[in-house]
C-alpha cells in the first residue's frame, strides 16, 4: 500500500485469504479474497482473474454454497479457455466434478475427473492431479469398490509424500482409514487415522482434526454394533468395550467435531455428525437429545439438497454446454468454410437443441424429487430389493428361504388400557412404541413385515438371506424392551410387552394389486406367534430350535432359562426357555 503496487497488494490479499480458507475461517477469507478480485479486474490480468476465482468458489463449496460454486468455476473456465490456459481448464473441470459428487451424481463426477485427467496427459503433466486421484477414489469407495478406491487413494499417497503435499497425504490417510473401517478392520483404520490427526494438528487445520474426530466417532458407534466375536474373528487389536461406552466415547468424539464444524460454518459436514450424533444418543436411550440431533440433521441436509439449487446447477451447465456447442460450430466454420446461411442454420439447431435440454434438465429434476417422493413411500411398505422387483412388473413374488428368525411382540393389557384413554392419546403411544422398535430394527437388519393392533411382527434373514440372523432378532428383542422401560402410559406405568421368536424356513411373498403387503408364511411364523402368546409379560420366550440356531452361530453369550414344554395350537408340544 506504501508504495500503491496494486498487483502486489492484490497477491497479498489473495495470499491472505487462501490462507484464511486453509484455517477454516470462511468469511474472513472471502473478504480478502473479493478484495483481491475487485484490483485483479482494474489490472485485467485473466489469467490472475481466473485462478483468484477459482480460489473463491473453493471457499463456497466448502460452505456447501454449490450453485454459487459452480457458477465461479464456469467462469474461471470461459477466462481460461480465453487464455488457452489448459492447466487452469483441468484444474476447474475436476473441480465441478466435486460438486457433482456432492450432489450424490457419481457418474457425472466421474465423467469430469476423466475430463480433468485427460486434459492434463495432454499438457504433458507427468503426475496426474492429486485431488482428481482422491476424488475417483471416493466414487469407488461410494459405489462400495473397495480395491479400486484403496488403489486410488494409495497412489494419492504416494505421489503426495514424493512432493511433500500435507494436504494430500491427509487426505489419502484418511480415505485409506475410512476402507479400512468399513472393512470392520479398526485397529488398521485408527492407525491411518492417527497419521493424519498428527499431521492436522501440526499445520493447525481445525477441518482436518475436526473430520478425524467425527470419524472416530464413527469408529466407537460402529464397535457399539459389533459383537465381540466379530471383532475376534477379525483379530483386531481393538478390544469391544462395553456397548454404552462406545456409545459415550462415540458421542464425545462427535460433539468435538459437532464444534469445530458449527464455528467453520461447514453445512454438509454438520449433516454427518448430527446423523451419527441422533444414531449415538439413540443407543444409549438419550431420546431427547437423538430426537434434537435428527430434526438438526433433516435441517441441514435439506438447505443443502433442495430442488431450487439443483435446478440452478442445471441451468448453469446448459448455458455451458450451449457456449461449447456453439464455440464448435465456429470452428467447424472456419475449418469447412461454412457459408453464413449455413452458420446460422446450425446456430438455431445449436440453440434450439440447448433450449431442449435447458427445459428437460429443469423438468427431469422435478421429475426425479417426484419420483423420489413415490420411492420413499413405496420403501416405507416394501424392502428395497422387493420394490425394485415390483417395478420390473415381476409376478407373482414369492420366494422360500431355509433359515430365518421371525420375533413377535404384543403389549400386555392392551385392551384394558385402550378403554381408559382417548384414541388420541392410545395412537400416540402405539406410535412413539413402534417408531422406537422400528429404529432398532434397522439398527441390527430386520426387516419390519406389519404392525397388527398392538402386534409388532419383525424378521431377519429376508429379502437378503443372513447367516446371524438369530443374533440380530436376540440383539433386537433385548434392546426393544430395555427401550421400553422408558416409555410411560398415561397412569405412569411402564409399558410391557410379550416378545415370541422362533427359527425356521418359510415362504415369503407380495399379495394385493392396490395396496401391496410383503407377508411371511409358514410353520415357523405360527410358532413365533405363539411363542408370543403364551409368553410372559415382560419376557422374551423363544423355541429350542432358536436357541439351537444360536448356538450353530458360535453364540453362548446369551443366558436361558428352561422353562419346559408347551402345548401350542393343533396339538403340537414345544419345547421353550426364556432368556435370563
Known amino acids: 500500500k506504501i508504495i500503491k503496487w496494486d498487483k502486489g497488494i492484490a497477491k497479498s490479499n489473495n495470499a491472505i485469504g487462501n490462507n484464511y480458507q486453509f484455517l477454516s475461517k470462511y468469511e474472513k477469507a472471502l473478504e480478502y479474497l473479493y478484495k483481491s478480485r475487485k484490483l485483479e479486474e482494474k489490472l485485467g490480468d485473466k489469467n490472475r482473474m481466473a485462478a483468484l476465482i477459482t480460489d473463491i468458489a473453493k471457499v463456497y463449496t466448502r460452505q456447501s454454497k454449490y450453485s454459487e460454486a459452480l457458477e465461479l468455476y464456469l467462469n474461471s473456465v470461459h477466462l481460461s479457455e480465453e487464455m488457452n490456459n489448459k492447466k487452469q481448464i483441468a484444474d476447474n473441470l475436476g473441480n465441478i466434478g466435486i460438486i457433482y ?18 486434459i492434463k496427459k495432454e499438457i504433458g503433466d507427468s503426475e496426474p492431479s492429486l485431488l482428481n486421484l482422491i476424488n475417483i477414489g471416493y466414487i469407488y469407495l461410494e459405489k462400495k469398490e473397495y480395491e479400486r478406491a484403496l488403489e486410488y487413494f494409495e497412489k494419492s499417497l504416494t505421489i ?9 497425504i491427509t487426505t489419502s490417510l484418511i480415505s485409506i482409514g475410512n476402507i479400512y473401517k468399513m472393512k470392520e478392520e479398526y485397529a488398521i483404520a485408527v492407525g491411518y487415522y492417527q497419521q493424519a490427526m498428527d499431521l492436522y494438528q501440526e499445520i493447525g487445520n481445525k477441518r482436518g482434526v475436526a473430520m478425524i474426530r467425527y470419524n472416530i466417532a464413527s469408529v466407537y458407534l460402529d464397535l457399539s454394533n459389533v459383537s465381540s466375536f466379530s471383532i475376534e474373528k477379525k483379530k483386531s487389536s481393538l478390544r469391544s468395550l462395553k456397548k454404552n461406552e462406545n456409545l459415550s466415547k462415540s458421542i464425545m468424539n462427535g460433539n468435538k467435531s459437532l464444534e469445530l464444524f458449527i464455528e467453520m460454518g ?35 441436509k435439506d438447505s443443502v439438497f433442495n430442488l431450487e439449487a439443483q435446478e440452478k446447477i442445471a441451468n448453469l451447465i446448459s448455458v ?5 456447442a456453439e464455440k464448435e460450430t465456429e470452428i467447424l466454420l472456419q475449418k469447412d468454410k461454412l457459408s453464413q ?3 446460422s442454420k446450425n446456430k438455431i439447431q445449436i440453440f434450439a437443441s440447448v433450449s431442449g435440454l435447458i427445459f428437460l434438465s429443469v423438468f427431469g429434476i422435478v421429475i426425479f424429487r417426484q419420483r423420489q417422493k413415490s420411492e420413499y413411500l413405496l420403501l416405507n411398505v416394501l424392502p428395497k430389493k422387493i420394490a425394485d422387483r415390483l417395478k420390473k412388473k415381476e409376478k407373482p413374488i414369492a420366494d422360500h428361504f431355509d433359515s430365518v428368525s421371525i420375533v413377535f ?20 403411544l402405539l406410535n412413539k412404541i413402534f417408531i422406537i422398535f422400528d429404529e432398532i430394527a434397522s439398527k441390527h437388519g430386520l426387516e419390519k413385515i406389519k404392525t397388527i393392533g398392538d402386534c409388532y411382527m419383525a424378521v431377519c434373514g429376508i429379502p437378503e438371506p443372513n447367516p446371524r440372523h438369530a443374533e440380530n432378532v436376540m440383539n433386537f428383542a433385548i434392546e426393544a424392551n430395555e427401550a421400553l422401560e422408558n416409555v410411560k402410559m398415561q397412569s405412569g406405568e411402564t409399558v410391557k410387552f410379550r416378545t415370541g421368536i422362533e427359527s425356521g424356513a418359510v415362504v415369503a411373498g407380495v399379495i394385493g394389486s392396490n395396496k401391496f403387503i410383503y407377508d411371511l408364511w409358514g410353520e415357523a411364523v405360527n410358532i413365533a406367534s405363539r411363542m408370543e402368546s403364551n409368553g410372559i409379560e415382560g419376557k422374551i420366550q423363544v423355541t429350542e430350535n432358536f436357541k439351537m440356531e444360536l448356538e450353530k452361530e458360535n453364540l453362548g453369550k446369551f443366558d436361558f432359562q428352561e422353562k419346559g414344554e408347551i402345548e401350542i395350537k393343533g396339538g403340537m408340544k414345544v419345547n421353550t426357555w426364556i432368556v435370563k
Open 101 to 118: 459428487y456432492f450432489q450424490s451424481d457419481f457418474d457425472k463426477a466421474l465423467e469430469y475427473y476423466q475430463k480433468s485427467i485427460k
Open 160 to 168: 503426495g509424500r514424493k512432493l511433500k503435499d500435507q494436504l494430500s
Open 266 to 300: 461447514d453445512t454438509r459436514s454438520l449433516i454427518q455428525v448430527y446423523g451419527l450424533l441422533h444414531r449415538s444418543y439413540y443407543g444409549v436411550g438419550k431420546y431427547k437429545e437423538a430426537y434434537l440431533s435428527l430434526l438438526e440433521h433433516k435441517k441441514f
Open 320 to 324: 455451458r454446454e450451449k457456449e461449447v
Open 341 to 343: 446461411a449455413e452458420l
Open 409 to 428: 411382540m404384543d403389549m400386555v393389557s392392551f385392551t384394558e388400557y385402550s378403554k381408559s384413554v382417548s384414541p388420541h392419546e392410545l395412537v400416540g
